[in-house]
């Protein structure tokens, strides 16, 4: 049975306790600071002000994402991967932060949800992407290209992902997919590595980790999420996930 280590408490103040490249790999899914913005957000089809909560409102988001991702760099081994998960409201910042930290960009990975939700002002188009940064410490990474190639039908996987979005499976506003999350932890990380969530949320990439045989160390800020993510882990019963094929055709738009 894989190790799960789940932690409450503030990833800045805990990454700095982990000994240096203990970790195989990490994915971050870290605040956007949208939160008390004025920004809308839409929920059950009605307009409402988006407030994810404290966790959600960073005074530098710049120096904040810098911070983190330096500790993660830290952490993680000298193969590992990082992977980070964001939309246009925070991935320039984290781009930027990887290329002045001097970690080799492999991938820009596009999300694209066909079924994202629809846009309530039109002023803009109708946001329906996330990007995933991965990035690594040097040329010298780990990534499993042939099981991109497997999952991708034996052709070449590319860096658009078509992948709707699922229904929620906990009340947390930024949940991930879990057949987006068994995707990167097959790509990034072997049966028996480790895994790092410093934003752990409602615990997705934990129940994916301990589902294919990864050890994961999750850490959450906010008390209920990690209650809330800690009864989802714990309470799975670790059952290999479905794997669903890809495919990077586009459906058409209605």
């Known amino acids: 049975m894989p190790t799960i280590q789940l932690i409450h408490g503030d990833a800045l103040e805990y990454l700095p306790q982990m000994a240096a490249a203990s970790v195989d790999m990490i994915f971050a899914d870290s605040p956007y600071n949208l939160s008390g913005s004025g920004f809308l957000t839409c929920r059950s089809g009605r307009p409402e ?18 911070q983190w991702i330096a500790e993660c760099v830290r952490v993680l ?25 001097g970690l080799w960009i492999i991938n820009d990975i596009i999300w694209y949800k066909p079924n994202a939700t629809p846009l309530l002002r039109t002023n803009r188009l109708a946001p329906a992407t996330e990007l995933i940064w991965v990035a690594s410490k040097s040329k010298r990474y780990y990534l499993d290209y042939d099981m991109a190639k497997r999952l991708n039908g034996g052709k070449q996987m590319r860096n658009l992902w078509v992948i709707p979005a699922e229904k929620h499976r906990t009340e947390h506003p930024a949940e991930k997919p879990e057949t987006l999350l068994t995707r990167v932890l097959l790509l990034g990380s072997r049966e028996g590595d480790t895994v790092l969530d410093p934003f752990m949320g409602s615990g997705t990439t934990g129940v994916v980790a301990k589902r294919l045989g990864r050890n994961f160390i999750g850490i959450e800020v906010d008390a209920r999420y990690y209650a809330l993510a800690k009864a989802r882990i714990e309470g799975d019963s670790g059952e290999p996930p479905t794997i669903h094929l890809f495919s990077d055709t586009l459906p058409l738009e209605e």
Not at 79 to 97: R, V, Y
């Open 77 to 101: 081994k000298d193969e590992g991967t990082l992977w980070i998960s964001g939309t246009l409201h925070n991935h320039p910042s984290i781009g930027m932060a990887l290329k002045e930290l």
């Open 49 to 66: 002000k988006c407030d994810k909560g404290v966790w959600d409102q960073v005074e530098d988001l710049h120096a904040f994402n810098r």
